[in-house]
């Protein structure tokens, strides 16, 4: 199971990098053409899609590696079980957020079926579908980061 994680974690890096290039090289040529008066309309539309699995995406890679807005500075002022029990509640309150998005977000990437980008064709579930997916890879790092919170701690030194 966990290597099977580790590939779509790197799957999901992959893509968050390559996705955000590719928005910022649309964004720029859009830009260019719209300035010469030969607009790329649908360059908006593919931005806008992957913008958004970026978004979703992209806080799940940060949740993985710590890298999410928090307060260290106050809470490393704590001891130890206060700094681990504020994180736990911390966790708590983050997974129950994740559970509402996903609650709320498949009904919207249903709904979302019908209406269409007009110069690209396809539905506009595309990108509504990132809040529920990016929401349950979310909701899987934080299982996790609460396990190995959870998780006794290692005796260091020997026996």
Do not use: Q
Request: proline share 3%; with cysteine.
């Amino acid at each position: 199971m966990r290597k099977i994680y580790g590939i779509v974690c790197k799957i999901e890096e992959f893509f968050v990098k390559y996705a955000l290039v590719t928005v910022a090289v649309l964004i720029f040529v859009s830009a260019i053409a719209r300035s010469i008066r030969e607009p790329l309309n649908w360059a908006t539309d593919v931005s806008l899609i992957l913008f958004a699995w970026i978004i979703f995406l992209g806080a799940d890679v940060a949740l993985r590696h710590g890298e999410l807005v928090n307060v260290d500075i106050i809470i490393n002022k704590f001891t130890p079980i206060v700094k681990k029990s504020i994180l736990l509640l911390w966790n708590v309150l983050i997974i129950g957020l994740l559970i509402i998005m996903i609650r709320f977000g498949i009904p919207l990437a249903i709904e979302s079926v019908d209406r269409i980008f007009n110069t690209l064709g396809i539905s506009y579930s595309w990108a509504t579908i990132s809040v529920p997916t990016g929401s349950l890879l979310m909701l899987i790092t934080i299982c996790i980061k609460t396990y190995n919170l959870l998780r006794p701690e290692k005796m260091s030194g020997g026996s």
